[in-house]
């Protein structure tokens, strides 16, 4: 997007923020209506770009309609659910029920919105909603390329980060999301998020598709679970605001099958909810989803990533975000564990740091499948072009890789990103790209004819067998190493730093199970 100069999302936040605080509402009763706001704005601006393409296409024979619109891909607003009639009303008006009108009459000439559009405006006070109008009016409609719909994903990440661990439920970090994008590269296919929130990786993959000179619109079929219903609103919204489409259904995961996805899709990408407990296991048994059968431990994180490995056809891919836990996780969740490593379909795996997400400051790892890669040679690990077999991991240590947006928040660069992705790519003995100007960062790691190398500190590929003699762990910091430091380039507060770092975080793990086993302790002793 090109800002001018201009930080558009920011002073839109800004704005709508400073409304918020003197409407007196939570974020959680004033996000979804400001968001609301946001999508029809941007559906006005296609709408208008759609009516000057088509003025002049009709005839006294053929007038053009809702379905002119449709077959461009822009939704088609009735008169009185345009913004410029909308932001026309006088002080006077009842601000309020017309835009809820404004949703009624969207919501009947699309179908596909139908109940998903906010109509709770009747709560905000004429003065206020005359201001949000004119907050949102004020985006200039030349600037270029996804413009609304960066601004809505703006938006859901601010009031992702205001809402705490709400909202954490419907948004995943945009770099980490794009992270994954690129190392599964969903070019073309079915993608399937069941626990997709506000439909986050959707967006992305569609615009890595655009990116890539196709339309993401031919090129993607899109579908979504997830369990809240608000959030199942917020997704349809995203994709609307996008210009996509997609199938995106409200049913809890653990016990609803509602894709019927067992061996269907080309691509999974997820966030799912870490630590879960409490999941009725009896409910699941017979399932093919769970093929490896449910963990005996009472913690959810082996029945996602069943889910995932199972929903993948022959040649699919899945990335999805896991708690560390996980990649070293004893007793049964080992033992499944070790049958989808032995199964061949464990390909990449990546440590990142801790404060990437708004509501929480743990490190994760994003665990990546690759069902195809068990047809490749056991190709031994290795320097050299393409040194993946159906025997090799890839890991990847990123977390001394980011950019420090606040105190509490980090991110990557979208070099960072491309840089992560290619270092994958090399694995594979793709051909690397450079659309975010990466190339320095692989020339100084890789050479400036790249190929892929084990770099201490930062990538190794493993073998089935290391796997195995490491206890089928799946930690990157176990097999990456760290990074050799020449002595005089060693900085002792940086250095220290990082150490506190990684000590705090630990920290927070170290807490969060012993909290864990004080709620196992207790249910043991209710037992008794």
């Given at each position: 997007?090109?800002?001018?100069?201009?930080?558009?999302?920011?002073?839109?936040?800004?704005?709508?923020?400073?409304?918020?605080?003197?409407?007196?509402?939570?974020?959680?009763?004033?996000?979804?209506?400001?968001?609301?706001?946001?999508?029809?704005?941007?559906?006005?601006?296609?709408?208008?770009?759609?009516?000057?393409?088509?003025?002049?296409?009709?005839?006294?024979?053929?007038?053009?309609?809702?379905?002119?619109?449709?077959?461009?891909?822009?939704?088609?607003?009735?008169?009185?659910?345009?913004?410029?009639?909308?932001?026309?009303?006088?002080?006077?008006?009842?601000?309020?029920?017309?835009?809820?009108?404004?949703?009624?009459?969207?919501?009947?000439?699309?179908?596909?919105?139908?109940?998903?559009?906010?109509?709770?405006?009747?709560?905000?006070?004429?003065?206020?909603?005359?201001?949000?109008?004119?907050?949102?009016?004020?985006?200039?409609?030349?600037?270029?390329?996804?413009?609304?719909?960066?601004?809505?994903?703006?938006?859901?990440?601010?009031?992702?980060?205001?809402?705490?661990?709400?909202?954490?439920?419907?948004?995943?970090?945009?770099?980490?999301?794009?992270?994954?994008?690129?190392?599964?590269?969903?070019?073309?296919?079915?993608?399937?998020?069941?626990?997709?929130?506000?439909?986050?990786?959707?967006?992305?993959?569609?615009?890595?598709?655009?990116?890539?000179?196709?339309?993401?619109?031919?090129?993607?079929?899109?579908?979504?679970?997830?369990?809240?219903?608000?959030?199942?609103?917020?997704?349809?919204?995203?994709?609307?605001?996008?210009?996509?489409?997609?199938?995106?259904?409200?049913?809890?995961?653990?016990?609803e099958d509602l894709h019927r996805s067992t061996g269907k899709f080309d691509f999974v990408m997820?966030?799912?909810?870490?630590?879960?407990?409490?999941?009725?296991?009896?409910?699941?048994?017979?399932?093919?989803?769970?093929?490896?059968?449910?963990?005996?431990?009472?913690?959810?994180?082996?029945?996602?990533?069943?889910?995932?490995?199972?929903?993948?056809?022959?040649?699919?891919?899945?990335?999805?975000?896991?708690?560390?836990?996980?990649?070293?996780?004893?007793?049964?969740?080992?033992?499944?564990?070790?049958?989808?490593?032995?199964?061949?379909?464990?390909?990449?795996?990546?440590?990142?740091?801790?404060?990437?997400?708004?509501?929480?400051?743990?490190?994760?790892?994003?665990?990546?499948?690759?069902?195809?890669?068990?047809?490749?040679?056991?190709?031994?690990?290795?320097?050299?072009?393409?040194?993946?077999?159906?025997?090799?991991?890839?890991?990847?240590?990123?977390?001394?890789?980011?950019?420090?947006?606040?105190?509490?928040?980090?991110?990557?660069?979208?070099?960072?990103?491309?840089?992560?992705?290619?270092?994958?790519?090399?694995?594979?003995?793709?051909?690397?790209?450079?659309?975010?100007?990466?190339?320095?960062?692989?020339?100084?790691?890789?050479?400036?004819?790249?190929?892929?190398?084990?770099?201490?500190?930062?990538?190794?590929?493993?073998?089935?067998?290391?796997?195995?003699?490491?206890?089928?762990?799946?930690?990157p910091g176990r097999y990456v190493g760290v990074a050799a430091?020449?002595?005089?380039?060693?900085?002792?507060?940086?250095?220290?730093?990082?150490?506190?770092?990684?000590?705090?975080?630990?920290?927070?793990?170290?807490?969060?199970?012993?909290?864990?086993?004080?709620?196992?302790?207790?249910?043991?002793?209710?037992?008794?």
């Amino acid at each position: 997007m090109n800002h001018s100069g201009n930080h558009i999302e920011a002073r839109l936040w800004d704005a709508a923020d400073e409304l918020r605080a003197n409407s007196k509402l939570k974020s959680s009763e004033y996000s979804v209506p400001v968001l609301g706001l946001v999508f029809l704005r941007y559906a006005d601006h296609k709408f208008q770009a759609a009516a000057k393409e088509l003025a002049g296409a009709g005839s006294g024979r053929r007038i053009i309609g809702p379905v002119d619109y449709q077959a461009r891909g822009v939704l088609y607003l009735p008169e009185t659910a345009r913004f410029s009639a909308l932001i026309q009303l006088p002080e006077g008006a009842n601000i309020g029920a017309a835009i809820n009108d404004a949703m009624r009459a969207i919501e009947a000439e699309n179908p596909d919105l139908k109940d998903v559009l906010p109509k709770t405006y009747n709560r905000f006070e004429n003065a206020l909603l005359k201001e949000l109008l004119k907050t949102m009016n004020s985006v200039p409609m030349d600037i270029e390329g996804d413009a609304f719909g960066r601004i809505y994903e703006y938006f859901l990440g601010h009031f992702a980060m205001s809402e705490g661990q709400k909202g954490g439920e419907f948004f995943t970090p945009t770099a980490i999301v794009q992270l994954i994008v690129g190392i599964i590269e969903p070019f073309h296919g079915r993608i399937f998020d069941p626990a997709c929130g506000s439909g986050g990786m959707f967006v992305q993959s569609a615009r890595f598709v655009a990116e890539h000179k196709k339309n993401p619109g031919a090129e993607l079929s899109i579908y979504g679970q997830e369990k809240v219903a608000e959030t199942v609103r917020l997704g349809k919204m995203n994709l609307a605001v996008h210009g996509l489409a997609g199938d995106i259904r409200q049913g809890n995961a653990y016990y609803e099958d509602l894709h019927r996805s067992t061996g269907k899709f080309d691509f999974v990408m997820a966030n799912p909810p870490f630590n879960v407990d409490r999941v009725d296991k009896d409910r699941l048994k017979d399932d093919p989803r769970f093929p490896f059968g449910p963990p005996r431990t009472d913690n959810a994180n082996y029945l996602w990533i069943q889910l995932f490995y199972s929903a993948l056809n022959d040649s699919g891919r899945a990335g999805f975000v896991m708690a560390n836990s996980a990649s070293d996780a004893r007793g049964s969740e080992l033992e499944i564990r070790r049958q989808i490593i032995e199964a061949r379909a464990v390909d990449v795996m990546v440590a990142v740091g801790a404060n990437f997400f708004y509501t929480v400051t743990l490190p994760c790892t994003l665990w990546f499948f690759d069902r195809g890669k068990r047809n490749l040679p056991p190709r031994p690990a290795g320097e050299g072009p393409g040194v993946r077999g159906s025997e090799t991991v890839l890991f990847m240590d990123a977390r001394h890789l980011y950019r420090q947006l606040d105190r509490a928040h980090r991110d990557w660069t979208p070099a960072q990103i491309e840089f992560l992705a290619n270092i994958a790519r090399l694995y594979r003995g793709e051909a690397t790209e450079n659309l975010h100007d990466s190339a320095g960062l692989l020339a100084e790691h890789f050479g400036k004819k790249p190929k892929y190398a084990d770099v201490p500190g930062l990538c190794k590929v493993a073998t089935l067998a290391e796997i195995e003699a490491q206890g089928w762990s799946l930690n990157p910091g176990r097999y990456v190493g760290v990074a050799a430091r020449a002595e005089d380039d060693f900085d002792f507060k940086e250095r220290l730093e990082e150490q506190n770092e990684e000590l705090e975080a630990l920290n927070a793990e170290a807490r969060e199970l012993e909290e864990r086993i004080a709620e196992n302790v207790v249910k043991l002793l209710e037992t008794q």
